[in-house]
């Protein structure tokens, strides 16, 4: 399932429109070109694997037209930079041999360059929404902030941020069905809002019938309904020649005999049976008397 992604650009979120953390007189500087040997990874980048046959076709991209979409960096000393985002495209650089790259420098501090990581992290296109509500949990404990701020700096509702951060608190098969595509955000909201002890059950049943989310979120709200409780009959005190009636008839037969009255004096004697072959015994019984 494609996922469309999260939020606005960095640039949007932490400079030119004017939304930041601490940041907001730090606008980014002019794009220059600066060594790749220069230029360091972030040391708390989120992002730690990078898939190699996809550097590989980067880099062959890069060689013929170059680098297209400038990295962005700090500056830590007069001789090197630290990047805030653009590794793979930095990675890619180095695998093709250039021996600079364009950059935008920022001057931010560690706090924000840690925070811009994040951010720049949970836009990836490739991202399912179990590593986007991961990305947006660390910015909450490592960044401090609150989901009214953080909706803020992803360019998102509240609401929006609080159903991924739910995600987390889904079932491991849950997690491991939407990380593996198997159901959808659609299908995991569902999920979410039915009682726990439910929700590994509603998760078989989409897996099994191949449920749409209008099917999963329609079951869901079936599933939270109380159970109608059945009101419990007031048990009735029969006479005594119930029990003998039904003596007599445990003589002629060893099925289950039971007799139900109802209030109105009326009421049915049942005698259970098994097969076809059980009434032909109870005929012969009778031919017999």
């Not at 992002?47 to 190699?52: G, I, N, Q, V, Y």
């Not at 992290?121 to 986007?132: G, M, P, S, T, V």
């Not at 889904?170 to 593996?180: F, G």
Request: overall charge neutral; glycine content about 6%.
């Amino acid at each position: 399932m494609k996922n469309k992604g999260l939020g606005r650009g960095l640039d949007a979120i932490f400079g030119l429109e004017g939304t930041t953390i601490d940041i907001k007189n730090t606008p980014m500087s002019t794009m220059r070109e600066i060594e790749v040997s220069k230029i360091i990874p972030n040391p708390t980048q989120p992002r730690a694997t990078f898939d190699e046959e996809a550097l590989t076709e980067l880099a062959d991209s890069i060689r013929v037209l170059g680098v297209i979409q400038p990295i962005t960096v700090k500056r830590n000393t007069d001789n090197e930079y630290v990047i805030i985002s653009g590794e793979r495209r930095w990675r890619a650089s180095k695998m093709a041999g250039l021996e600079a790259i364009p950059a935008y420098i920022r001057e931010v501090d560690d706090a924000n360059l840690h925070a811009m990581a994040l951010v720049e992290n949970i836009q990836r296109q490739d991202l399912n929404a179990i590593e986007i509500a991961l990305g947006l949990q660390r910015l909450v404990d490592e960044c401090g902030l609150t989901q009214d701020s953080l909706a803020e700096k992803v360019g998102k509702k509240r609401s929006t941020v609080a159903n991924y951060m739910r995600l987390l608190r889904l079932p491991s098969e849950v997690q491991l069905a939407l990380k593996e595509g198997a159901i959808s955000m659609g299908h995991a909201k569902a999920i979410a809002g039915v009682p726990e002890q439910k929700q590994l059950t509603l998760l078989k049943r989409c897996l099994k019938k191949s449920l749409s989310v209008r099917q999963a979120e329609d079951l869901a709200r079936v599933m939270c309904e109380e159970p109608k409780v059945k009101p419990i009959e007031e048990e009735l005190e029969y006479p005594e020649s119930y029990t003998r009636l039904i003596e007599q008839f445990e003589k002629l037969f060893s099925q289950n005999i039971s007799i139900k009255r109802a209030k109105s004096g009326g009421g049915r004697i049942t005698i259970d049976f098994a097969s076809d072959s059980d009434i032909e015994q109870f005929v012969n019984r009778f031919d017999s008397l």
